[in-house]
């Protein structure tokens, strides 16, 4: 099983906080590095000192870290124009020496849009737009050389496009689409990406999702064994009980809560969930939600104690 560290800047955190956090990832031996995309905080935190930018931030951390993957959980399609998207992917890729994963999603925070003025259609526009988002932005990356790409959509038109830049990986970076949406989104996913994400959700109702998705693949003919199955859980470990709930109290969070609805206890106790949901919905990837982003010695106690058994 990768594990892959996930941090929510919005809640409250510089650049500098991230780079610290990204680096001890790095140090510590994870997969990756992600962040989340988000303009406004969520719940009491107050989100000082504001919001930072998750493309400005990856490319940031491209050229100031060395092995890691980077990427977003997920990027809304409401925040960006999916050509000018596909150009700043591009470039952060050519920057990390093809290390960013690209997570994109519709868009579903209302209160951030209209807290800086980003229009917010309704629900099915936003997924309209989210399914040209990915055709515009694949298109404009797996385009050849020397070749003009076009895409005419209800939403966003492209006519004659050079297609660049293209980013280190070819054909692409992989691509990550998530969600619990029971048809269409299975159906994106089949047609786009290479890894799906169901975050914050019980095993029981990940492995439903993931059936889902397997399903819309082999409607298209195309094999559901290369599609990479992860989850998202906020993580809090302990050596014992009263370390846990030191955590756990330092991200305004119950102990108990968190054991029915993330991950958290001791590395024995963590070890032994993962593993019950590595049989229940053969996940291969987690992306561990670490939310206190001055405890670095909490990174290091997982990849030292959970992340070997597993």
């Known amino acids: 099983m990768e594990f892959r560290i996930f941090t929510e800047p919005q809640q409250g955190a510089t650049y500098s906080d991230l780079l610290k956090v990204a680096r001890a990832t790095e140090d510590a031996g994870y997969d990756g590095f992600f962040r989340s995309d988000h303009y406004l905080?969520?719940?009491?935190?107050?989100?000082?000192?504001?919001?930072?930018?998750?493309?400005?931030?990856?490319?940031?951390?491209?050229?100031q870290t060395s092995r890691?993957?980077?990427?977003?959980?997920?990027?809304?399609?409401?925040?960006?124009?999916?050509?000018?998207?596909?150009?700043?992917?591009?470039?952060?890729?050519?920057?990390?020496?093809?290390?960013?994963?690209?997570?994109?999603?519709?868009?579903?925070?209302?209160?951030?849009?209209?807290?800086?003025?980003?229009?917010?259609?309704?629900?099915?526009?936003?997924?309209?737009?989210?399914?040209e988002q990915?055709?515009?932005i694949t298109g404009l990356w797996t385009t050849p050389l020397k070749e003009k790409f076009s895409y005419t959509g209800k939403h966003y038109q492209v006519t004659d496009s050079p297609a660049l830049p293209k980013p280190a990986q070819r054909p692409r970076p992989p691509v990550i689409i998530?969600?619990?949406?029971?048809?269409?989104?299975?159906?994106?996913?089949?047609?786009?990406?290479d890894e799906f994400n169901v975050a914050f959700a019980e095993a029981p109702?990940?492995?439903?999702?993931?059936?889902?998705?397997?399903?819309?693949?082999?409607?298209?003919?195309?094999?559901p064994a290369g599609m990479i199955r992860s989850i998202a859980q906020a993580v809090c470990v302990g050596?014992?009980?009263?370390?846990v709930a030191r955590r756990a109290a330092a991200i305004g969070r119950d102990v108990g809560e968190l054991k029915s609805n993330g991950l958290a206890g001791t590395?024995?106790?963590?070890?032994?969930?993962?593993?019950?949901?590595?049989?229940?919905?053969?996940?291969?990837?987690?992306?561990?939600?670490?939310?206190?982003?001055?405890d670095l010695d909490h990174l290091e106690l997982i990849a030292a104690e959970v992340a070997p058994q597993l």
């Open 205 to 223: 109702v990940a492995s439903e999702q993931f059936e889902r998705v397997d399903a819309a693949c082999r409607a298209i003919g195309r094999d």
């Open 267 to 294: 590395p024995a106790e963590v070890v032994d969930r993962l593993g019950q949901w590595r049989e229940q919905t053969g996940v291969s990837r987690i992306y561990l939600q670490v939310l206190d982003l001055h």
């Open 239 to 243: 050596w014992d009980d009263a370390q």
């Open 68 to 131: 890691v993957r980077l990427g977003t959980l997920m990027t809304a399609a409401t925040f960006r124009l999916p050509g000018p998207l596909a150009i700043t992917v591009a470039q952060v890729d050519q920057m990390s020496g093809g290390r960013v994963e690209f997570g994109i999603g519709s868009g579903w925070f209302e209160a951030e849009h209209t807290a800086y003025g980003i229009p917010y259609p309704a629900l099915g526009d936003r997924f309209d737009m989210y399914t």
């Open 178 to 193: 998530g969600g619990r949406g029971a048809k269409r989104t299975p159906a994106l996913a089949a047609r786009f990406a």
């Open 134 to 136: 990915l055709e515009v």
């Open 41 to 63: 905080r969520m719940g009491s935190a107050d989100g000082l000192p504001g919001p930072t930018d998750a493309w400005t931030t990856l490319a940031g951390l491209a050229v």
